[in-house]
Each structure stands twice: as structure tokens, then as C-alpha cells.
């Protein structure tokens, strides 16, 4: 599938910073394609991971649940009804369009209750279950490729019908691979490094998905 060209530059300018990704290009095209799909047909994209990669996930669904940038305006049916609801609140200028991504490291309450009375290692797969519904889909990041608690959520996800993208290092032996419908590998091992090279590629993918979607916000 090609990209039109508002959105390839996205793609072009992160393969111009990052030179070393140009081979990983084909997989973030990929991988683009794929969340285009799940967010067209209308599901939730979930995402997850420990650590830094907990910070990631969180990082990445801030991008996509507001404008990144661009403004992202409501469409002019939902503005004109909040006028005429609310005049003079201005609520079309104070809300966002966005994409329907949740990251399962939310909800710390329910998280720490089936960590500690069930299984640490299945509070993913567990909100997954719960808020999850065929079609969807997980993006599970491990610098390791070896999270056990992705590895839990993926074995899951595969049963509840429910795709599962891998955002890893370039590490064969990694766990999650074998459950993972799609695997983006970064070329590195070292979990600083992996992580160097995650942060401007699930950038891209947002600039990309908003490109796509919402253009220039108008």
C-alpha cells in the first residue's frame, strides 16, 4: 500500500534524522497501515510496557488523544450543537478530536488489586479481557522482547481475536515474538538504545496517523 505524499514526508523526515532506521522502514510502513486499519474501522488500539517502555506507551497516547501537530477541530455537526447548547462557553475551540487508544498501565487501582490478590504478571492481559473486543488491537513494548507480562497479554489477545504488534530491539530469541502478529525490531539490543530509536519512530506514526485522518485540522 503507498502512502500519499503529506504522509510519507513524515516517513522521510524520520528516516533523515535517523539513518540507522532506513532499513526498519518497510516494518514502521507496516505497522502504519495496520493502526490506519484499526482506527478506520473504528476500534481501540491498547498499549503497554515496564519501565521506560511504561513511559512510552503513556508518551504515545498522549500523541494520539489530542492534537500533536495539528489542531485536530470537531467536526462542524458536534461545533455547532455545542454552540447552541453552551453559547459563549467556546467548547468547539476546548475539545479535540482524537484516536480511541487506552494504555493498559492506567488504571492503578485495579492494576495493584489483581497484582497483589490474583497475578502480577496478567494485570494486561486481564484489563484486556475487560475492555477489550475482537478487532482490536495490543501494541506490547519490550526493549527485551522477553516481558512476561506481554507475553501473558499477547497469549490472550491471540484468543479474544485480538491483534498484537510487537515494538522490540533486535533480539530473536525474545518470547513475545512467537505470539506477536507483527513485530517492529529496532537495530539494537541495548535497552537505552532500543528506546532511542522508539520514541521518534512512534512519533512518526502519530504525525503520520494525523496526517491521514485530520490533515490540517480543519
Known sequence: MDMN?????HMDDLLARYPDLTGTAEKIHTLYFNLETVFFKNKTLFICGNGGSCSDAEHFI???????????HIPSDLSAALEAAYPGENYPERIQRGFR??????????????TNDVDPLMTYAQQLYIFGEKGDAV??????GNAKNILNLFKIARVLGISTYLLTGNNEEGACRKYADFILDVPAREAYRVQEYHLPIYHALAMMLEERFYGSGE
Open 62 to 72: 498522549a500523541e494520539l488523544g489530542k492534537g500533536f501537530l495539528s489542531r485536530r
Open 101 to 114: 487508544a487506552i494504555s493498559l498501565n492506567g488504571h492503578p487501582a485495579l492494576a495493584s488489586a489483581y
Open 5 to 9: 505524499n503529506n504522509v510519507k514526508k
Open 139 to 144: 501494541l506490547g513494548i519490550t526493549t527485551s
